[in-house]
């Protein structure tokens, strides 16, 4: 059985080391390792090339393809020479034993798709905060229903090529479309909790904020329905009808309703997260990410589905 391990770069000269080097010290190395860089104006590119030149471990293969992530993926494993491929994302760093797990289930002939497992890398307490509504916490990931991110899976090529590889119309939740598309095909899932990627996290509010903004948009677009999202939007749409009540009647009592409603809600944004981040902290920054993420899902979700019945996104 062969492995290639492919992935695609974007103007990642400052994190494209760290994630060559995590290759490099898998107890377990790919036969080769495709990049496919989708027009880097920075420094990736020749960095890519140096480290090609000065490591003899890793067979390397860099093609220049622009395009968007599932136009790189798509590219790279056209060009691979691998029954197994491999995915990650190169901002991201593998765990030693990442390949290794995460291809270890492929010795069972029946299994087509190994859904991997990733952790948040943290420097601050609001990245830590971030993760718990960017990652699936270890508590709540269920192995059933588990769809992988692309920063860490691996499936057979015959099964990608089943489902016509990644949407390439698609510019965000390319990944969790071909997932879907895999599971229509009745393709077999199995998810590898110990086929670690680490993850790195936005490092402000307005990253934070457009991360979400570009989750939300791509869902719309696909018409995914997370299952939160009704409930986030009967919430808003019950909040504006109390106050519009209230303006229309200046109600003392339904102004003291409003009030008492929105410190349970802030309080439950805390209750809910606190035991993943451990610092006081968290109080500020909790309450302040679930306000973030509600506008951004509720715009972003709205602009998507706008897009789709616009006709903009073909699907």
Known sequence: MKISLITTVLNEENSIGVFL???LKQTKLPDEVVIVDGGSTDKTVSSIKYYVSSVNQLKIRLIIKRGNRSVGRNTAIKNSIGDVIAVSDSGCRL???????ITRPFSDKNIDVVAGYYKPKTNSIFEKSLATYT?????RADPENFLPSSRSVAFRKSAWDNVGGYPEELDTCEDLVFDKKLKKAGLKFHFAKNAIVHWPQRKNIFQAAKQFMGYAIGDGQVLYIRPQTPLLFARYIFGTVLVVLYLITNSTLLLSIIYYLVAV????????????VKHPEAFLYLPL???TSDV???LGMTIGLVSRIG?????
Request: net charge negative; hydrophobic share 45%.
């Open 135 to 139: 990652c699936v916490m270890p508590d």
């Open 296 to 298: 951004a899902v509720i």
């Open 289 to 291: 990410l679930q306000i």
């Open 265 to 276: 809600y802030l309080v439950w944004s805390v209750w809910k997260n606190y035991k993943y």
């Open 311 to 315: 006709g903009s996104t073909n699907l």
């Open 21 to 23: 080097d995590s290759i």
């Open 95 to 101: 765990d030693k034993n990442w390949l290794a797990e």
